[in-house]
């Protein structure tokens, strides 16, 4: 991979051209997406938007918006212009085809999780294991010193287009890989110590940077922890919360059931009772039925009840000899006068108690039956 410095300002792109940019597309929660863009170009100004085609793993392809420039590593104050033939180092974060592997991006989280973050955790990875090394020759690398004036900045980009898979969050969907570059700024701190001459870096310069890069993975390391120890904290909550639910609709059931239990037992023993009483009866009647009279039998519980029953009683008799004297008309038994003298006789009858009945009912408060 040839690399080499470059100049120029790669930023300056607007709030409007970057919604231009996501509207064009179609991009889906377009709102957030220019909210972290706009955040970490005004914190990298050698960041771009773009939008190009991106090939995932299974060959499909899809136009997404990447991030395209150079985010700073480790610091150098060598005011050099140097051409130099760099390759791919790869490693536990880096595969051979510059694809970039990080907990940070397996473990994303909206909203806690934003390209920022992701910029600045990279800054720190790469600055503790560079993702690419120069690639080695037989002839030294030429480094020119500038006379006088001062020390242009320029910029030695390493292009790692680490198109990484997206990883899913607990909200369902994944973000989508991006193309990613890094460089080495090239800044002057006030306190920092030049090289010597012969090309060495300075002890004081050495150990400021390690410090600055222990410091900032450390922080980093700690608010992994803090992160998921609070995350194990929240959902042990849940899961105490669901225990403490579940245990109270249990106690509940327990009472209802111990409840239906006692009433259960309550209708068992009435059951029993009236299963006793009810085979006493049997019992009675079985041994008193040879000897029982029918009118003892059904006893009316009042006098308007027991003159009900006697008329319906006649009036049914009424009906049955009115039905047997027409027997006996059809087989010659009696002649048609002697048929039509008691018939007339007994309708009139039959007439008289249906109409006290009727009465004597509307007074027991009963429907009527005819």
Not at 326 to 336: C, F, M, N, S, V
Request: glycine share 6%.
């Amino acid at each position: 991979m040839q690399c080499g410095l470059s100049k120029g300002n790669l930023s300056g792109y607007s709030d409007n051209t970057v919604i231009a940019l996501l509207k064009m597309r179609q991009i889906m929660n377009t709102e957030m997406t220019v909210r972290e863009i706009t955040n970490v170009i005004s914190q990298y100004k050698d960041l771009k938007p773009v939008m190009d085609s991106y090939v995932f793993n299974d060959g499909s392809t899809r136009e997404l918006m990447s991030l395209t420039g150079t985010v700073p590593e480790n610091v150098y104050n060598i005011p050099v212009c140097l051409w130099l033939a760099m390759m791919i180092k790869t490693g536990k974060h880096i595969d051979a085809n510059g694809k970039i592997y990080l907990p940070y991006l397996h473990e994303w989280k909206h909203p806690q999780s934003d390209l920022y973050g992701l910029i600045q955790v990279m800054i720190v990875v790469f600055g503790d294991e560079p993702p690419v090394f120069s690639r080695p020759t037989t002839q030294a690398p030429h480094q020119a010193f500038q006379a006088a004036g001062p020390p242009n900045r320029e910029y030695l980009p390493v292009v790692l287009c680490s198109g990484y898979p997206g990883y899913p969050y607990p909200g369902g969907s994944a973000y989508p890989a991006a193309a990613v570059q890094g460089h080495y700024p090239s800044q002057t701190p006030g306190s920092a110590v030049g090289p010597s001459r012969d090309g060495t870096i300075g002890e004081d310069t050495i150990r400021a940077s390690l410090i600055s890069a222990v410091s900032d993975k450390l922080r980093w390391r700690m608010k992994e922890e803090m992160d998921r120890a609070q995350a194990e904290l929240d959902a042990l909550k849940r899961t105490e919360e669901d225990l403490k639910k579940g245990h109270q609709k249990l106690e509940e059931m327990v009472t209802r059931l111990d409840q239906e239990v006692s009433e259960v037992d309550r209708n068992m023993e009435l059951l029993k009772k009236k299963d006793e009483e009810l085979s006493e009866a049997l019992e009675k009647m079985e041994n008193q039925s040879e000897n029982n009279d029918i009118d003892d039998v059904i006893v009316p519980t009042a006098p308007l009840y027991k003159q009900i029953l006697n008329l319906y009683a006649e009036e049914n008799a009424i009906e049955d000899t009115i039905f047997y004297l027409g027997e006996a008309l059809r087989r010659g038994t009696i002649d048609l006068e002697v048929f039509l003298k008691h018939v007339r006789l007994l309708s009139r009858k039959q007439f008289q108690l249906r109409a006290l009945m009727q009465k004597a009912r509307k007074t027991a408060g009963l429907s009527e039956l005819y």
